[in-house]
């Protein structure tokens, strides 16, 4: 499966979200391919710490591509790969459009703020337009950094629900310190010892709808 995390926004947990996607798909077994198709390279550079930091190395494989070479370089290593995970920029780029015209899943992030939301009819019409040149593209969309109280999520959630391009994931993902200590140790929030259970649990969850896997 190809799955690119995206949106027109940045700092919604795009590479949170595929780089633990990909320690996750590498934790089972499978032969991951991680593409950072953001020119700020920071799945790159967490790929880095990851090989730096474990004897083992990262457990997946890393490169970095900009523009159509998206495309045309997913295109030939995807028989190579189980799964492939694009991380890319928040912004609509030749590289997003790249990704999402190769993608089975666009996946976006959405941080419950209003200011975020507003970006759900840009997103619209992006996947709009890739939906045309790759008709089997899948979109969703999920809460991330979620609040731990008050309204917000829910009123956010009721506007990602009505937004036709993009199906609502319902497993929303904490805003979780533990995501930011992960990384900053190059790990995933599922290898972080002692672990934030609920992190794991709600990283778990985006996994199993996303990979299907119960
Ligand atoms: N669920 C979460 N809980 C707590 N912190 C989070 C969560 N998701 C992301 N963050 C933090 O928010 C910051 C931005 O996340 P991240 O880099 O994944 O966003 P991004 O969408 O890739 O940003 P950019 O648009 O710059 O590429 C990081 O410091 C990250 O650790
Ligand atoms: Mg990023």
Redesign the pocket.
């Given at each position: 499966m190809i799955v690119t995390?995206g949106?027109i926004?940045?700092?919604?947990?795009?590479?949170?979200?595929?780089?633990n996607l990909a320690v996750i798909l590498s934790q089972q077994g499978q032969d991951v391919l991680l593409i950072d198709a953001?020119d700020?390279e920071?799945?790159s550079d967490f790929t880095n710490l990851r090989n730096e930091k474990l004897e083992a190395g990262a457990g997946y494989t890393s490169i970095k591509l900009t523009g159509p070479a998206v495309r045309t370089e997913t295109l030939r290593l995807k028989q190579k790969y189980q799964d492939i995970i694009i991380?890319?920029?928040?912004?609509d780029t030749t590289s997003q459009r790249a990704a999402l015209s190769v993608s089975d899943v666009l996946l976006v992030?959405f941080?419950p703020r209003s200011f975020d939301v507003w970006t759900l009819e840009k997103v619209s019409g992006l996947v709009g337009e890739m939906s045309t040149a790759n008709p089997s593209l899948r979109a969703y969309t999920f809460i991330?950094?979620?609040d731990p109280r008050g309204s917000d999520n829910d009123d956010a959630a009721d506007v990602l629900k009505d937004t036709v391009a993009l199906s609502f994931i319902p497993t929303p993902?904490?805003?979780?310190?533990?995501?930011?200590n992960a990384?900053a140790e190059g790990l995933g929030v599922t290898e972080l010892k002692p672990q934030d259970p609920k992190?794991t649990e709600?990283i778990m969850a985006l996994f199993r709808y996303v990979f299907n896997t119960k």
């Open positions: 995390v949106g926004k940045g700092g919604s947990g795009k590479t949170t979200v595929a780089t953001d700020q920071t799945s991380d890319t920029g928040g912004r992030p941080v991330n950094r979620a993902i904490g805003g979780r310190k533990a995501f930011g990384a992190a709600e």
